[in-house]
T-cell receptor
Framework: QKEVEQNSGPLSVPEGAIASLNCTYS??????FFWYRQYSGKSPELIMF????GDKEDGRFTAQLNKASQYVSLLIRDSQPSDSATYLC???????????FGTGTRLLVSP | GAGVSQSPSNKVTEKGKDVELRCDPI?????LYWYRQSLGQGLEFLIY????????KSGLPSDRFSAERTGGSVSTLTIQRTQQEDSAVYLC?????????????FGPGTRLTVL
């Protein structure tokens, strides 16, 4: 069983719509969660991190964390074609100083 | 300031050869991580350094893989007797420390192809 699960997609949304990316994790002790964006052939770049239950907003991005359900999500408002990429969810592993990554969700935003 | 740098950007080698991959972290970052990303896969943790020591080597796939870090800065990942299954992008990341709230910043990666 993977420790961090994501739907591989692709998730297709029209330009201007809200894209909702989801992630579940198995380690109940994980304290912090990170969303990275990865364009094809490029390295991951940080979008947001969250460690408290609830919502955290940054511009067009909102991260949501529900520790009881072991669920993390990323909402992208007013999606743009430039948002088309693979989005990686990562959990900071309890007791170990490493990030455990999901396999990523590919997002396609059509003009 | 400068980000994480890695060299070479691409490496093609023959099966059985040894390769060295280099990572230069962000200045002042004490924690350094190596990950591997195979085609269409997520990132697989390999090893983590805090300063020059490696508290967690749990992700190294076999004893052909080793890594060191000197001076609390540059790290080298060495793969001996490379195999075709070692082909992947090797990513290095650094963070200010190793706490759970510390963001890891990634370098551009080294694409390794073993023929």
């Amino acid at each position: 069983q993977k420790e961090v699960e994501q739907n591989s997609g692709p998730l297709s949304v029209p330009e201007g719509a809200i894209a909702s990316l989801n992630c579940t994790y198995s380690d109940r002790g994980s304290q912090s969660f990170f969303w990275y964006r990865q364009y094809s052939g490029k390295s991951p770049e940080l979008i947001m991190f969250i460690y408290s239950n609830g919502d955290k907003e940054d511009g067009r991005f909102t991260a949501q964390l529900n520790k009881a359900s072991q669920y993390v999500s990323l909402l992208i408002r007013d999606s743009q074609p430039s948002d088309s990429a693979t989005y990686l969810c990562a959990a900071h592993s309890t007791g170990f100083q490493k990030l455990v990554f999901g396999t990523g969700t590919r997002l396609l935003v059509s003009p | 300031g400068a980000g994480v740098s890695q060299s070479p950007s691409n490496k093609v080698t023959e099966k059985g050869k040894d390769v060295e991959l280099r990572c230069d972290p962000i200045s002042g970052h004490t924690a350094l991580y190596w990950y591997r990303q195979s085609l269409g896969q997520g990132l697989e943790f390999l090893i983590y350094f805090q300063g020059n020591s490696a508290p967690d080597k749990s992700g190294l796939p076999s004893d052909r893989f080793s890594a060191e870090r000197t001076g609390g800065s540059v790290s080298t990942l060495t793969i001996q007797r490379t195999q075709q299954e070692d082909s992947a992008v090797y990513l290095c990341a650094s963070s200010p420390s190793s706490g759970s709230l510390d963001t890891q910043y990634f370098g551009p990666g080294t694409r390794l192809t073993v023929l």
